[in-house]
């Protein structure tokens, strides 16, 4: 049984940003781009695109690289096909459940458990899949996010870091395939109350954290965190020294944290990043949005960088840059 490729790509929409995903696509080649939603699939949040873009997309849970449709008889023709292509394959299911959950059944089983952190990402592939009606899957064998589904849950600390926003920088991490480890030295700017600071200074590294609000005190007292009361964005990197890994929470414009990161690269001075771009104002409303799609793709247009939307983010995205 031979899949048929399709041309394009396939989008997996962020839960609640839908609107956002379709903007993006509807700019796409200024409006060039042809798209749309599986009418079969409208529930799952999935879009079609006809032909590769030329810029980039990020209010995407999943990019589904080089796709194709399989039509098949039986449950075990199906999952046979799957299981000659590769190993791991992760289900999208919002129709035709009952079936697509007998698939499942016969494939290599998907862990359940929640990951401790830090956890090395297999190398291995995830590939994507569901079902358009009884007899006809969609998948990919080459999607963007190594998630099943794109959806990671860690094993969480509910009595030692003072927010929940530490989820998202172990995501990154484990995305980036590196974190810091001892001796190595970490700016975490915007700090308070100290969520990323807790988690850096449980690797073991030394965090300076800066921010005008106080960090929680008992985040304050861990070994190797330095505290600074400043406004992060207004420190030269002189005045830092060289650091191994810069991270940023810091809720600012994106064009203001753009300004901000060119100056840090500029010095020499920094290594890896991790930013959280705080995307401003409510959901787009026309072709073109309301949001700003251009800064975004200004970071993913800096060298050795990539920008992706976690599925730790909310109304924001997350750059990394790992050298």
């Known amino acids: ?20 995903l379709s903007c993006e696509l509807g700019t796409l080649g200024h409006e060039r781009q042809e798209y749309a939603p599986f009418n079969e699939l409208k529930g799952a949040g999935l879009y079609y695109a006809a032909s590769d873009p030329s810029l980039p997309v990020f209010w995407a849970r999943n990019i589904w690289r080089e796709p194709f449709l399989l039509n098949f008889a039986t ?29 499942a059944a016969k494939l290599p089983p998907l862990p359940e458990k929640r990951r401790p952190f830090p956890w090395l990402l297999p190398k291995e592939p995830m590939g994507a899949w569901t079902l358009l009606d009884p007899h006809t899957l969609l998948g990919s064998a080459a999607p963007d996010n190594p998630f099943p589904g794109g959806v990671i849950e860690f094993e969480e600390d509910r009595e030692g870091p003072p927010s929940r926003a530490y989820l998202k920088l172990w ?24 969520g ?16 005008r609000a106080p960090l929680e005190p008992r985040v304050e007292a ?4 330095r505290y600074q009361r400043h406004d992060a964005f207004t420190l030269s990197p002189g005045d830092l020294g060289p650091l191994d890994w810069v991270f940023c929470d810091v809720a600012c414009y994106p064009q203001r944290l753009f300004g901000w990161v060119e100056k840090m690269l500029g010095s020499g001075l920094c290594r890896n990043f991790v930013c959280t771009i705080k995307m401003q104002g409510g959901p787009p409303s026309g072709p073109l949005g309301g949001g700003d799609f251009d800064t975004p793709r200004r970071f993913a247009a800096l060298p050795g960088g990539q920008v992706l939307h976690l599925y730790h983010n909310k109304h924001e995205l997350t750059w990394i840059r790992i050298q």
């Open 1 to 20: 049984m031979i899949p048929e490729r399709l041309p394009g790509r396939v989008y997996q929409a962020v839960p609640g940003f839908e609107d956002h």
């Open 75 to 103: 449950i075990s023709e199906a999952a046979g096909a799957l299981r000659a292509i590769q190993r791991n394959w992760a289900p999208v299911l919002c129709t035709q459940f009952r079936r697509g959950a007998l698939i």
């Open 171 to 194: 995501e990154a991490l484990v995305r980036a395939r590196r974190w810091p480890v001892p001796g190595e030295r970490c700016l975490d700017a915007g700090a308070s109350p100290g």
């Open 196 to 211: 990323w600071t807790w988690a850096l200074a449980k690797l073991g590294a030394e965090v300076l954290s800066v921010d």
């Open 222 to 225: 861990m070994p190797g965190v």
